[in-house]
């Protein structure tokens, strides 16, 4: 019999997902097959399951994923840092397959290089199928960046590196220098958290974070948050200890409303990093004599870059003894159950769902 994978594939907005069997891939130059560890699903698939963005079908969706190299093309692949990989490695990797050569490679922004290839979003075909966290392997491409995973991580820990804490690695990495700095972190979901804790063990002098749910406003207080604000209920532009103190914003929650009220929160040099909005919705209003006379920076990531991955990993590995991280996956279902489970994390209650293959 062919050895085959197992993958749940995503037919549709609101469609079920369909349990299909695959082929397992001959590699190619630079190529890996991986099998599945633990997936973790995130905002944005259920966003594209729900119909709330669009997502090309039949694809795999799934991207915050880790597992065991179970076979590695004739020739061999280095990790991230130069170093060979072998079967039985465990491991996690950038979101997207890229080109250095590619235009937009060389100008510093990878993420964006022409052809880019994204894990959990791209169509199957006949060459690539196996391309997203929700099945039993994953077919990782050449310019793929990999790495090894520190074994102290649990996987529900680890599963969630390549896209929450990656890209706010890289939030941080616009902020610059946040010694001497008060942080505020604008909507408290899994990647409000991550950039809690993130700000905290970057020296800025004070974090803040705000929601509109009091519960999720209250999380932060275990992830480095020194004080919570809800969002309509005491909003910390009313706030005494505010007081225009606010140099850095990172934005996750992707709300227009959100946005413009923070602006305003900004002190004098301030910036406001937006990583939240990832899903189409209306334009901003921004007073440009304001972002002049303040001298007011807004600031734009997608995708991240893969020294960002390397920054999240070594972040997490001190962070996990510091912050409950391993406690934010909040139920797992089995791959087969994939269909439950997002109708779980679509209610909301838990930061993230993990899938076991
Ligand atoms: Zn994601």
Redesign the pocket.
């Known amino acids: 019999m062919k050895p085959e994978a197992t993958a749940m594939v995503f037919m549709g907005s609101n469609t079920p997902f369909s349990e299909t069997k695959i082929d397992l891939p001959e590699l190619k130059d630079g190529e890996l097959l991986v099998k599945t560890g633990y997936a973790t699903i995130?905002?944005?698939?259920l966003h594209t399951f729900y119909g709330r963005r669009h997502s090309c079908s039949h694809s795999i969706l799934g991207?915050?994923i880790i597992g065991e190299i179970e076979k590695i093309a004739p020739g061999g692949v280095l990790d991230y840092h130069g170093n060979p990989l072998k079967t039985g490695d465990k491991v996690t990797w950038s979101v997207y397959a890229f080109d250095p050569d590619s235009h937009t490679s060389k100008k510093g922004f990878p993420q964006k290089s022409e052809g880019l290839y994204k894990y959990g979003h791209e169509q199957m075909n006949q060459q690539y199928k196996l391309n997203g966290g929700f099945a039993s392997h994953c077919h990782l491409r050449k310019g793929t960046s990999v790495f090894k995973l520190p074994p102290s991580l649990s996987p529900a820990e680890a599963a969630p590196l390549n896209?929450?804490h990656a890209t706010i690695a890289g939030a941080i990495r616009l902020a610059g220098n946040l010694h001497n700095k008060n942080v505020l972190i604008n909507g408290v979901g899994m990647l409000g958290l991550s950039a809690c804790a993130m700000a905290k063990e970057h020296g800025a002098t004070k974090v803040w974070s705000q929601d509109i749910n009091p519960e999720k406003s209250e999380q932060a207080n275990a992830f480095g948050a020194d004080k919570t604000f809800t969002f309509g209920k005491d909003h910390i532009g009313d706030s005494k200890e505010n007081n225009g103190e606010i140099d850095v914003i990172i934005e996750t929650s992707g709300s227009p409303e959100g946005i413009e009220k923070c602006i305003p929160l900004l002190s004098i040099g301030g910036t406001i990093i937006l990583v939240g909005s990832v899903f189409p919705q209306r334009d901003i209003s921004i007073n440009a004599e304001y972002m002049v006379r303040n001298l007011l920076s807004v600031k734009g990531l997608h995708n991240y870059i893969p020294e960002d991955l390397a920054n999240a990993i070594e972040f997490l590995k001190e962070a996990k003894f510091k912050y409950p991280f391993e406690k934010l996956v909040g139920i797992e279902f089995p791959l087969k159950e994939l269909g439950k489970a997002f109708e779980t994390g679509n209610k909301g209650k838990y930061y993230r769902v993990g899938i076991k293959p």
Do not use: A, G, V
């Open positions: 995130c905002t944005s698939d991207h915050e896209c929450t």
